[in-house]
């Protein structure tokens, strides 16, 4: 059964980073584009960033253009979200999940993990 693991979240301060991982169990992994998606409460799940199949692909939100980067290890079947220079307005869960486009749109992508919470202190 396919499953994502995302880890790395946490309190931390503005101005602080934190780099998440996505841990995936999914044979097709490398043919898989991975997004990132966050939630902030009371808010609707919004899209942060993406990633190709092979890594050189990247799409981002303009809210964190800039600030964070995605990257993958194929090999580890795991994908990563750096995110420096936080603010408040980034606090919220985070979501990865794997599709078959690179796109801003939940629809495209059908395994997803349970999310890691990012909370960001002022």
């Known amino acids: 059964q396919a499953q994502l693991v995302e880890s790395g979240g946490g309190l931390v301060q503005t101005g602080a980073s934190l780099r998440l991982s996505c841990e995936a169990s999914?044979?097709?992994?490398?043919?898989?584009?991975m997004g990132w998606f966050r939630q902030a409460p009371g808010k609707e799940r919004a899209f942060v960033a993406t990633i190709d199949w092979s890594g050189t692909e990247t799409l981002y939100a303009d809210s964190v253009k800039g600030r964070f980067t995605t990257s993958r290890d194929n090999a580890k079947k795991t994908v990563y979200l750096q995110m420096n220079s936080l603010t408040p307005d980034d606090t919220a869960v985070y979501y990865c999940a794997a599709g078959g486009a690179t796109t801003e749109y939940e629809h495209t992508y059908y395994y997803w993990g349970q999310g890691t919470q990012v909370t960001v202190s002022s």
């Open positions: 999914i044979r097709s992994f490398g043919n898989l584009a």
